[in-house]
């Protein structure tokens, strides 16, 4: 219908009265005027409105339309339109409308879930820390169907573990709810439980990286026999190169399913100029970069080839558990080789567009992670010093000869202190503990 008006009187003053009709919520909108003329531009802006956007648009009240203005800035921002979120939530309504599921057992979906992130080129050390955690909370419902698994025996479980911060229990419940996922992706589920339990509040931000101590005690466990010493490559790449584990792994090239050719290898390092080359097909973040090598870094490298240390490494998970296990290293910190090469860059260089330029991230990342901790530039000279002619002289030392039993008494106590802790709680059928490593995962014993 067309809006029509009418003159009114309203406390003894005459008005002009225009009906608009009812609205989509059925109440009727007949505001009124000072004067004939304002009523008309009222019409003729409803008019208007009908033909640009529409009569539901233009029976919508302003807090209505502002609402719709709303919701669709959000829609914008997150890359969708709203015929893609109709149509999502429509399939999703579809989807849940069926509840019926094939049962399977919740072994066989952790061992499904490993097997698509070693499809998607994860690393192993991930994969294996990841399944051991699953495999936990898993013990004594391993053949259990996981459809039947409740949310309260995970958020129990996840509740138990009293040592885990914030951070340790939002990346875990993460994984978890990528496990059911899974499930669900597989039809042996139709609900996420992850979903109904408490999420984890705001996490304040911790800036960590190893005492140039720590640092000098991995690269001496890393030269302490014949097997860890393959690892060294790698290990000096992220601490002394500042690359990222999956660059050097070639983690997106072999996602990409591209040919060994394109993996990082030897070829791309120029140790005659002190050069790596950070090609497209390996920069995590798309664009080819050019680290310089400080000569540490070019010591370290020329030791690792001379070792015929292979690139992309092999067997690193497993030899990098050996090198902790020596000095009894409790927390590997996420990217924490590479941290340690950032921090102590910025000394070296003076200038943070410098160190980006190696980095391979934005100043405001650099800042955001590094700046923080206001390492002294003594300290970061320093850590340049650890070369493979002090790590030899160190390990010859009998400070590091007592440090080595130290280390092995310290690991076989508390693997001790594991598995008197883990009987009984075996014996009673509910899951292990274990310790929070630095990516948020749970890591199992090594």
């Avoid at 008494?409 to 509910?430: D, H, M, N, V």
Wanted: charged share 30%; proline share 4%.
């Amino acid at each position: 219908m067309q809006p029509t008006k009418r003159k009114i009187g309203k406390n003894g003053n005459p008005k002009w009265e225009v009906d608009f009709g009812l609205d989509d919520l059925g109440k009727r909108r007949r505001p009124y005027f000072a004067t004939e003329e304002e009523a008309d531009d009222a019409i003729a802006k409803w008019t208007k409105d009908l033909k640009s956007g529409g009569e539901s648009w233009a029976r919508m009240t302003v807090t209505e339309r502002k609402s719709v203005i709303g919701v669709l800035d959000e829609v914008r921002k997150e890359g969708q339109t709203i015929r893609q979120v109709w149509e999502d939530w429509k399939r999703w309504k579809k989807d849940n409308a069926n509840t019926a599921v094939t049962p399977k057992a919740y072994k066989e979906v952790v061992e499904e879930w490993a097997r698509r992130k070693r499809a998607a080129s994860k690393t192993e050390r991930y994969i294996h820390d990841a399944q051991g955690l699953m495999m936990q909370f898993g013990e004594g419902r391993a053949q259990q169907a996981i459809h039947i698994i409740p949310a309260s025996d995970l958020e129990s479980w996840i509740d138990s573990h009293k040592s885990w911060g914030k951070s340790s229990r939002r990346t875990n419940m993460s994984l978890f709810s990528n496990l059911w996922d899974t499930a669900i992706s597989k039809g042996w589920c139709s609900l996420n439980i992850v979903e109904r339990m408490e999420p984890v509040g705001k996490i304040g931000r911790e800036v960590k990286i190893y005492p140039n101590e720590t640092a000098l005690q991995i690269m001496a466990a890393a030269m302490e026999n014949e097997l860890t010493q393959q690892v060294i490559a790698p290990l000096a790449l992220g601490l002394f190169g500042c690359m990222r584990p999956e660059e050097i792994q070639s983690a997106k090239a072999i996602r990409a399913g591209m040919p060994k050719e394109k993996w990082f290898t030897w070829r791309d390092i120029d140790l005659e100029h002190g050069r790596i080359t950070v090609r497209v097909e390996i920069a995590k973040t798309g664009d080819q970069r050019t680290i310089r090598l400080q000569p540490c870094a070019v010591e370290w490298l020329k030791t690792a080839k001379e070792l015929h240390n292979p690139l992309p490494p092999e067997n690193e998970t497993r030899l990098v558990d050996q090198v902790c296990d020596l000095i009894c290293l409790d927390e590997w910190i996420r990217d924490g080789l590479r941290k340690n090469c950032a921090t102590h860059l910025r000394a070296v260089y003076k200038n943070d567009y410098d160190v980006v330029k190696d980095m391979g991230n934005s100043v405001r990342i650099l800042l955001r992670h590094y700046a923080d901790l206001h390492t002294p530039d003594e300290v970061s000279f320093e850590h340049w010093k650890i070369t493979p002619q002090r790590v030899n002289e160190y390990r010859k030392t009998g400070e590091w000869l007592q440090f080595l039993r130290d280390a092995a008494k310290r690991l076989e106590e508390k693997r001790a202190q594991e598995t008197a802790a883990e009987a009984p709680q075996a014996s009673e059928g509910s899951a292990k503990h274990a310790t929070p490593s630095a990516n948020g995962n749970a890591k199992p014993a090594r």
